[in-house]
């Protein structure tokens, strides 16, 4: 029953930003960790960024001090801010919420990074 909605993907030049959303269900937004993953051609899904219910944060190495993980409860989204885009950025990134033996995913948005 629980439906996460990604958006904001796209096409964007190297050292360019994106913002990635991702809405929620309004009655377990606030309850839920939210995180980001992304998953490129050929390659293992991985974690990019998650944010708790309390905004507590961790990043993977890979994009830490470049992405911004965020959350809005009042809209029920999560945000990936995406900055100084590199070519390894390049993937469909999935929405996930997670409490205890609850996990949620979106059907996921493209980011091309691209000269």
């Known amino acids: 029953q629980v439906q996460l909605v990604e958006s904001g993907g796209g096409l964007v030049q190297p050292g360019g930003s994106l913002r990635l959303s991702c809405a929620a269900p309004?009655?377990?937004?606030?309850?839920?960790?939210m995180g980001w993953y992304r998953q490129a051609p050929g390659k293992q899904r991985e974690l990019v960024a998650i944010?708790?219910?309390?905004?507590?944060?961790n990043y993977a190495d890979s994009v830490k001090g470049r992405f911004t993980i965020s959350r809005d409860n009042a809209k029920n989204t999560v945000y990936l801010q995406m900055n100084s885009l590199k070519p390894e950025d390049p993937a469909v990134y999935y929405c996930?919420?997670?409490?205890?033996?609850?996990?949620?995913w979106g059907q996921g948005t493209q980011v091309t990074v691209s000269s």
């Open positions: 309004g009655s377990i937004f606030s309850w839920y960790t």
């Open positions: 996930n919420a997670h409490k205890f033996a609850l996990d949620y």
């Open positions: 944010i708790t219910s309390s905004s507590s944060t």
